[in-house]
């Protein structure tokens, strides 16, 4: 048994060394869609950018959003944001062979007339690609929204399954 863990601690530890960084067009422009299930469930629909400044690391931000369902905040079921707040996550990659794993971690903020929200995020995604110059990717992970809504804080925590492609725009 210990020979088996051995085995098994040793794969592990070498298979990262094996694979080699994957370098990542500069500028990647990415249409996706998101499952959002929280309180409430919601459905979205969006793009996202991608800055690649260094091999193995990626800066996204949210560009356009089309969102139906309930919304904690807005009476509306239907919410359209176009880079409302502000918002950056980082990606960094982890090296393998045909599938791309990276985990991402960032925070947004929106102000608003009445009241300020700030969201941390963070989870992990899967990058496959389908053809030379376009990237399938799957990405679970957690939002937490931090609330200042007048005199009542609160926190939300919202599951958010999101899936797309990634396409370069600059090499």
Partial sequence: MKKIVL??????????LYARAVKRPLIEIGPKSNLYIGDNVRIGFGAEIL???MRGLSLRTEVVELAFGADLFMEDNTVFSLNYGSSIDGLIYIPMRSVLPYVHAGMGFRL?????????????????????NIDVF??????????????????????????????????
Avoid: H
């Avoid at 085995?7 to 990262?16: E, F, H, K, R, S």
């Avoid at 809504?149 to 090499?171: A, E, H, M, N, Q």
């Fill in 7 to 16: 085995v098994i601690t040793l794969v592990c530890l070498l298979a990262p």
């Fill in 51 to 53: 800055l690649s400044p």
């Fill in 112 to 132: 608003m007339e009445d009241w300020t929200q700030l969201s941390i995020r963070a989870g992990m995604g899967f990058n496959y690609p389908v053809q030379r």
């Fill in 138 to 171: 799957l990405e679970p992970g957690l939002i937490i929204f931090l609330n200042d809504i007048g005199p009542y804080d609160d926190t939300d925590v919202v599951f958010r399954l999101s899936f797309g492609g990634r396409f370069p725009i600059l090499k």
